[in-house]
């Protein structure tokens, strides 16, 4: 039988002297500074190591390979000569092959509708903070648009996120599978971090995930997260989802990044349609949501300050590729005031001075 062979990521990106995170060791993904982009800055992590595929991706430059093509891109060497020198260390482990798709033994998220009524009933149960709706105010939002949106805050207790498990298991809703909740010793709870809830939703308005706002982010380039619990006991992962926010009866949409700056420029655009990917590498999807709202014509309004960086740069020319390839579409740049970073803050700052 092939035997496959086991190049342990972390310890080829130790060997080019990459900087870990150490308090994600212990994690399935382990992240790094990148070599290639630099961060964008000194002390971020924008290298993703998983440890169960051995494969690295850089979730700012795309930057991605195995624990081979790593070594030999960074010491400059062919992958035959990266895979040799890898391998005298003595940490190539020879693998069965049924091991080698551990991803593949991955809990996957609920169905869409399953999600949507759990995550729906979720909301019903939770409240918003006044620190956290002053923030959307800031933003551009009213009170009502707040409402309707369902921002939610997350739950600022152990006992409240264990009560709130326990709440949506007495109506039947199934937690394994659920992004965001997992076992404690035995007992379900909600996990992630302080902040507040984006529901993330479809065209049709079903909540496909949900995104964190966080109080306090450790980096200003990671205010946003995921609401996931993968690699917790129980726990689910989460996916990218595209965000549909506005009126979807419109044939023009806007692409932009993050659905929380989509919802407030919507908003303030006479609930203009927005197409909201989660990174501009994050586009798995958007051809799709674009071709089934029946939309004509893209206006690409991401933020200003991107297309200074050859890396998101390159980013975001993938996006529109990808989206030009969409047959009779007419695509569009959406150009602002530089002063303004993103499409928000542009509308917000033209509707105040009207
Ligand atoms: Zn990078």
Avoid at 323 to 337: E, N, R, S
Wanted: aromatic share 8%; charged share 25%; hydrophobic share 35%.
């Amino acid at each position: 039988m092939k035997q496959y062979e086991k190049i342990p990521i972390v310890d080829a990106a130790r060997r080019c002297g990459i900087a870990l995170d150490s308090r994600t060791l212990r994690h399935r993904e382990v992240e790094a500074t990148c070599p290639f982009c630099h961060d964008h800055g000194p002390g971020k992590y924008h290298l993703s190591l998983n440890t169960a595929t051995d494969q690295y991706r850089c979730t700012l430059c795309g930057a991605h390979g195995n624990s081979v093509t790593l070594y030999a891109r960074l010491m400059g060497v062919s992958n035959r000569e990266a895979y040799h020198a890898l391998a005298r260390e003595g940490k190539v482990y020879p693998m069965p092959r049924q091991k080698v798709s551990a991803k593949d033994a991955e809990r996957q998220p609920l169905p869409l509708e399953r999600r949507h009524e759990a995550y729906t009933a979720m909301l019903d149960h939770l409240t918003l903070l006044d620190r956290h709706r002053d923030n959307l105010l800031e933003r551009g939002l009213s009170g009502e648009r707040i409402e309707r949106n369902q921002y939610r805050s997350m739950p600022e207790t152990d006992a409240g996120r264990r009560l709130l498990a326990a709440l949506l298991r007495s109506c039947g809703h199934e937690l394994l599978g659920l992004p965001g909740f997992r076992t404690y010793y035995g007992e379900w709870e909600l996990s992630g971090p302080k902040g507040f809830l984006i529901p993330v939703r479809n065209k049709d308005g079903l909540i496909q995930g949900m995104k964190i706002r966080l109080d306090d982010a450790d980096k200003p380039s990671r205010k946003y997260r995921w609401l996931s619990s993968r690699d917790m006991p129980n726990g689910t992962r989460s996916y990218s989802y595209i965000h549909v926010t506005g009126d979807t009866t419109q044939k023009r949409a806007f692409l932009t990044e993050g659905p929380l700056k989509g919802d407030v420029a919507s908003y303030l655009a006479h609930d203009a349609l927005f197409v909201c990917v989660g990174g501009v590498n994050a586009i798995r999807g958007l051809k799709d949501t674009l071709v089934d709202l029946g939309v004509t014509h893209a206006v690409e309004a991401m933020d200003m300050d991107q297309l200074t960086n050859p890396n998101v740069r390159n980013a975001i020319l993938a996006m529109r590729r990808e989206v030009q390839a969409i047959k009779g579409l007419k695509y569009t740049k959406y150009t602002w005031d530089p002063a303004y970073k993103g499409v928000d803050n542009y509308f917000l700052s033209r509707v105040a001075a009207m």
